[in-house]
């Protein structure tokens, strides 16, 4: 069975940090794409960050340069540091994994993204 789970989550205040932590059992974290998603109620789920088996990186434009995704295969887990926190990115963060390329998806539902395998969500809260 495949799970995703998170960790790492909570409340900051603005200009805070966080960092999250997603490990993967049931699979092999180097042979996929992995990343987190996010939604806010009332807002569109999007893709914040990604990270290819290869080492490659995407960011959306609002978190680049305050987020850094990176992986640690031997523990199968990817991270995601969140620095700078601003009350705009408070939502629940989601980890996901696709055994090809996961969705640069921006839609409604997190369920349409169509990634592999998803965590079960973590709530980011950051007081302005």
């Known amino acids: 069975e495949v799970q995703l789970v998170e960790s790492g989550g909570g409340s900051v205040q603005a200009g805070g940090s966080l960092r999250l932590s997603c490990t993967a059992s049931?699979?092999?974290?180097?042979?996929?794409?992995m990343g987190w998603y996010r939604q806010a109620p009332g807002s569109k789920c999007e893709l914040v960050a990604s990270?290819?088996?290869?080492?490659?990186?995407h960011y959306a434009d609002s978190v680049k340069g305050r987020f850094t995704i990176s992986q640690d295969n031997a523990k199968n887990t990817v991270y995601l540091q969140m620095n700078g926190l601003k009350a705009e990115d408070t939502a629940v963060y989601y980890c996901?994994?696709?055994?090809?390329?996961?969705?640069?998806?921006?839609?409604?539902?997190?369920?349409?993204?169509?990634?592999?395998?998803w965590g079960q969500g973590t709530q980011v809260t950051v007081s302005s």
């Open positions: 996901a994994a696709d055994s090809l390329v996961l969705p640069r998806y921006e839609g409604t539902s997190c369920d349409g993204a169509g990634a592999d395998y």
């Open positions: 049931g699979f092999t974290s180097d042979d996929s794409d």
């Open positions: 990270i290819t088996n290869d080492g490659i990186t």
